[in-house]
């Protein structure tokens, strides 16, 4: 594929993506491992999301965000003159996932926006401590290095793509108090878009992301690896159907990402796809059914853990899981017969 742009000065770029992990690496079917015990340990769903990398599951939070938005921008650093003229529709741009709602404060000038490979300089600031994003002016690379994996990596390419050359904007989070964060982009190079890339081009890539992804997952970090794994999926499903097999394996790490993020719904929805393309894919049953678990779906969760067991009798992570499921649901079951008693006892 074409090498990265250059910037003004003629230096290469530094972000070069890593190409680490083996080709057909596959992430186990647990997901945490007590030293005594055998691989198969049963996965225990202890971690929670980061709220600034969730997308809003209520449609008009967007829309608080934007009044938040308004009545702060008032007290932040920034251009008097620009700050005094009056809010308009024009001047907000709201993420399409809800994860954030921009502010335009300066105009940029131009149409073009970057796009994947443009190297862009920009300065942030009021971003909190230890997000990974430093202070003052620095060059980014869109889809390419690993600023991109940081706590707000993701957040800040969404906002990039959609700033023109000059434009300084102020971003409103879900779930965060006090001033917006604010982002300037002084300049970029020129990139390309997702369609102009060859489908050789958009595979090599997904494949460096798969790699990277597994690299995050297997030191404990599975927001980035979730990142990662859902970057490469949305290159590969631009492909012409059925799509690289790729997509399975992804689909099936993505999920157990979002199992130890706290987010079974998504990764039930992952599991699916996956049994779409492979009804037997037992990793995928096995999540899906501690998907269905946590969501309290516990006859669709024996139904796929029983379907585990009977390919892999020995399996010992769904043995155990499946061991839960049947206790709750005697729970349940005895908590519905003393609620019936009460009402016509």
Not at 38 to 54: F, G, K, M, N
Not at 69 to 83: C, N, Q, T
Not at 250 to 273: E, V
Not at 297 to 325: C, F, H
């Amino acid at each position: 594929m074409d090498t990265p742009p250059v910037n003004s000065m003629g230096e290469k770029d530094r972000c070069q993506p890593q190409q680490q992990g083996e080709k057909n690496f596959e992430l186990p079917t647990q997901i945490r491992q007590h030293p005594q015990e055998s691989p198969t340990e049963i996965l225990e769903l202890r971690v929670s999301p980061d709220s600034a990398s969730q997308i809003l599951e209520n449609p008009q939070e967007t829309e608080k965000l934007a009044a938040e938005l308004e009545k702060d921008s008032a007290k932040s650093h920034g251009s008097a003159s620009a700050m005094s003229e009056p809010l308009q529709a024009s001047d907000l741009w709201y993420c399409p996932d809800g994860s954030f709602v921009k502010k335009i404060v300066v105009r940029g000038h131009g149409l073009d926006k970057p796009k994947l490979g443009s190297r862009c300089r920009v300065q942030a600031s009021g971003f909190p401590l230890g997000s990974g994003l430093p202070e003052g002016w620095t060059e980014l690379t869109v889809g390419l290095g690993p600023w991109r994996e940081e706590t707000w990596g993701e957040l800040i390419e969404k906002c990039l793509e959609s700033m023109c050359q000059g434009e300084e904007a102020e971003l409103q989070l879900p779930g965060r108090s006090g001033l917006p964060v604010r982002l300037t982009l002084a300049s970029f190079t020129q990139g390309r878009d997702s369609w102009e890339l060859e489908d050789t081009e958009k595979e090599a890539l997904a494949r460096e992301e798969r790699a990277r992804g597994t690299e995050l997952f297997r030191a404990g970090n599975p927001e980035g690896a979730a990142r990662c794994y859902a970057r490469a999926l949305r290159l590969l499903l631009t492909l012409p159907p059925p799509g690289p097999p790729e997509r399975t394996v992804l689909h099936a790490n993505l999920a157990a990402c979002q199992l130890l993020l706290g987010q079974p719904h998504l990764a039930a929805q992952s599991c699916d796809r996956v049994l779409e393309r492979e009804p037997g894919h037992i990793k995928a049953l096995y999540r899906r059914g501690v998907a269905q678990a946590a969501l309290g779906n516990l006859e669709k969760a024996m139904t796929d853990l029983k379907k585990v067991l009977a390919v892999d009798p020995k399996n010992r992570a769904a043995q155990e899981e499946l061991g839960k499921v049947i206790i709750q649901g005697k729970k349940q079951d005895a908590g519905l017969a003393q609620g019936l008693r009460k009402m016509f006892g």
